[in-house]
C-alpha cells in the first residue's frame, strides 16, 4: 500500500533515486514536489515531478500525464 504519495526532495531522497524522473528524465532537485505515480513504463509506480502527472480519482493513484491522456485506461 502507498501510504506517502506525494513527498518533497530531500537529500535522502536524491541519493536513492539516483536515475531521477521517469517522465522528463531530469534528476531530482531539492524542494521539488514529486508524486508516486503510474506510466508508461513497464514496472511498479516511480516517482516524477508533481507537475508531470495526473490524480486519477477512480483508483485513487497518480498517473503520469502523457500517460493519462493517451490511454485513460490505467489499470485495467
Ligand atoms: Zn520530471
Aim: net charge negative; with cysteine; charged share 20%.
Amino acid at each position: 500500500m502507498i501510504t506517502q504519495p506525494k513527498k518533497l526532495v530531500d537529500r535522502e531522497m536524491m541519493n536513492t533515486i539516483t536515475s531521477g524522473c521517469a517522465a522528463c528524465g531530469h534528476p531530482f532537485n531539492l524542494g521539488e514536489t514529486v508524486v508516486l505515480a503510474c506510466g508508461a513504463w513497464e514496472g511498479p509506480p516511480k516517482y516524477i515531478h508533481e507537475n508531470e502527472a495526473v490524480f486519477d480519482p477512480r483508483t485513487s493513484t497518480y498517473v503520469e500525464r502523457k500517460c493519462f491522456e493517451a490511454g485513460r485506461n490505467p489499470g485495467s
